[in-house]
């Protein structure tokens, strides 16, 4: 988690500002004091700012999170269970419910939004890149096993007609997925071509003679 320090006229003063500038709960921080600091007097004596080390409690993070969540539902008008599971440095959100369709999108385009959201608010408060992966009811299940039947179809294609196959636009992760499932094979290439958000895989016959 995120350590920062931080200055204010008195230890409390500093504590208040981090409470503040990063709407955190007193019980979410850790405070190590490096320096109590000390009032001037009359002029004859320097004032000296108090200083502090905050560390924020993974409890914070997942507030946080959830907060996040619950607003861009409140957006959707969807209401979902919220599951979050920390794994090394990757943070597992998991909606589940019903009717959240909305909350995917044509080809998980608005799911790869509230992803890209999540994953900013998340390395705010991380001191080391934290990648964040929402699924919302299995549909990243559902859609790997739809990337390997268009992975396999363009494959098909490529070897019969032997021209090239552009595929739809596709998320990045998805298009690592299709470059991953055809580099097998010696006589495919895959590559992306086009600018975000409508990148795409195009996959070509490659003539090994």
Same mark, same amino acid.
């Given at each position: 988690?995120?350590?920062? &320090?931080?200055?204010?006229?008195?230890?409390?003063? !500093?504590?208040?500002?981090?409470?503040?500038?990063?709407?955190? /709960?007193?019980?979410?921080?850790?405070?190590?004091? %490096?320096?109590?600091?000390?009032?001037?007097?009359?002029?004859?004596?320097? !004032?000296? !700012?108090?200083? #502090?080390?905050?560390?924020?409690?993974?409890? !914070?993070?997942?507030?946080?999170?959830? *907060?996040?969540?619950?607003? @861009?539902? +409140?957006?959707?008008?969807?209401?979902?269970?919220?599951? #979050? $599971?920390?794994? &090394?440095?990757?943070?597992?959100?998991?909606?589940?419910?019903?009717?959240?369709?909305?909350?995917?999108?044509?080809?998980?385009?608005?799911?790869? *939004?509230? /992803?890209?959201?999540?994953?900013? /608010?998340?390395?705010?408060?991380?001191?080391?890149?934290?990648?964040?992966?929402?699924?919302?009811?299995?549909?990243?299940?559902?859609?790997?096993?739809?990337? &390997? $039947?268009?992975?396999?179809?363009? @494959?098909?294609?490529?070897?019969?007609?032997?021209?090239?196959?552009?595929?739809?636009? +596709? /998320?990045?992760?998805?298009?690592?997925? %299709?470059?991953?499932?055809? *580099?097998?094979?010696?006589?495919?290439?895959?590559? *992306?071509?086009?600018?975000?958000?409508?990148?795409?895989?195009?996959? &070509?016959?490659?003539?090994?003679?």
């Amino acid at each position: 988690m995120k350590v920062f &320090e931080v200055t204010g006229k008195t230890v409390r003063e !500093a504590i208040q500002e981090v409470l503040y500038k990063y709407d955190l /709960q007193e019980d979410e921080i850790e405070v190590q004091v %490096i320096e109590k600091g000390k009032r001037g007097l009359l002029g004859l004596v320097k !004032a000296r !700012a108090a200083k #502090i080390k905050v560390k924020l409690k993974e409890k !914070a993070l997942e507030r946080k999170l959830k *907060s996040l969540i619950n607003t @861009l539902l +409140m957006y959707f008008h969807a209401d979902a269970d919220i599951s #979050i $599971k920390e794994k &090394e440095h990757k943070v597992l959100v998991e909606l589940s419910g019903k009717n959240l369709g909305i909350l995917i999108g044509r080809h998980g385009q608005i799911l790869a *939004s509230i /992803q890209h959201i999540l994953n900013m /608010q998340v390395n705010n408060l991380t001191s080391t890149r934290m990648n964040v992966y929402v699924d919302v009811d299995h549909y990243n299940e559902y859609r790997e096993d739809k990337l &390997e $039947k268009i992975a396999f179809y363009a @494959l098909e294609k490529v070897r019969k007609t032997r021209r090239k196959v552009e595929l739809d636009p +596709m /998320q990045s992760w998805e298009r690592k997925e %299709i470059h991953r499932l055809l *580099s097998a094979y010696p006589y495919i290439h895959t590559y *992306s071509e086009g600018i975000e958000p409508y990148r795409y895989v195009v996959v &070509e016959y490659v003539d090994k003679k």
